[in-house]
């Protein structure tokens, strides 16, 4: 069913209406299905500890100081940048792109806890 965008309402054939999606984040568009089962697949790796123990999914999300995730995300770039460098294979590429990719988010995760607003838009 094509929608009949008139105005701010869309207007479907089977007479359903709703709002247009202008100007809303497009969650759709903006993630890659295979990037975020790759990031799922080394976050489940990752699960189990030194001791043995499982730890859960969502742990990390219970946050971490700031430089924990500053000083990994380092080892953690050099890493991929060596690997880069060397031209090693796509799959070490990937799981060291997802470890930065964690450090990146907690880090982002620990800031809006604390309550920084990301704004793109507004000057740092």
Not at 66 to 85: A, C, D, I
Not at 99 to 104: D, E, I, K, S, T
Request: include cysteine; aromatic fraction near 12%; hydrophobic fraction near 35%.
């Amino acid at each position: 069913m094509t929608p009949n965008t008139t105005g701010k309402i869309r207007a479907f054939e089977s007479g359903a209406t709703r709002d247009t999606d202008e100007g809303k984040l497009d969650f759709e568009a903006f993630y890659s299905p295979a990037v975020l089962n790759a990031y799922a697949e080394y976050m489940h790796e990752n699960r189990e500890q030194s001791d043995g123990s499982l730890r859960d999914g969502d742990n990390w999300q219970k946050g971490m100081p700031l430089p924990v995730y500053m000083k990994s995300g380092w080892r953690h770039f050099f890493e991929w940048w060596w690997l880069h460098r060397k031209k090693e294979s796509k799959k070490k590429l990937v799981k060291a792109c997802c470890a930065l990719m964690f450090n990146v988010m907690g880090y982002i995760h620990v800031l809006l806890e604390e309550g920084e607003q990301c704004n793109p838009k507004e000057e740092a």
